[in-house]
């Protein structure tokens, strides 16, 4: 059975900076896209930032440049590292991740509160 958990999840200020993690365990083969979603209050979820099993990046253009994501491969832990962050990136972020367990399937976490305000 996989899990993925996040955590770092908070309250920060306007401009401040938080650091999400995500980490998957279980009988895990294998993990290919890594990704970062959101949801707001009373809003849709909504994609954030993915990174590929190679490294590759990608970010919806509202955070570009402030959110970064990365993965360690290694201990199966993926990050966003969030800077200079406005009270529009308040939401639940979620993490999700396209893994092989013998077959390959979609799997989410159960969604870390982060909160911008002064």
């Known amino acids: 059975q996989v899990q993925l958990v996040e955590s770092g999840g908070g309250l920060v200020q306007p401009g401040g900076s938080l650091r999400l993690s995500c980490a998957a365990s279980?009988?895990?083969?294998?993990?290919?896209?890594m990704r970062w979603y959101r949801q707001a209050p009373g809003k849709q979820r909504e994609w954030v930032a993915t990174?590929?099993?190679?490294?590759?990046?990608n970010y919806v253009d509202s955070v570009k440049g402030r959110f970064t994501i990365s993965r360690d491969n290694a201990k199966n832990i993926m990050y966003l590292q969030m800077n200079s962050l406005k009270y529009e990136d308040t939401a639940v972020y979620y993490c999700?991740?396209?893994?092989?367990?013998?077959?390959?399937?979609?799997?989410w976490g159960q969604g870390t509160q982060v909160t911008v305000s002064s």
């Open positions: 999700y991740a396209r893994i092989r367990v013998g077959v390959v399937s979609d799997y």
């Open positions: 279980g009988s895990i083969f294998s993990i290919y896209d």
């Open positions: 990174i590929a099993s190679g490294g590759n990046t």
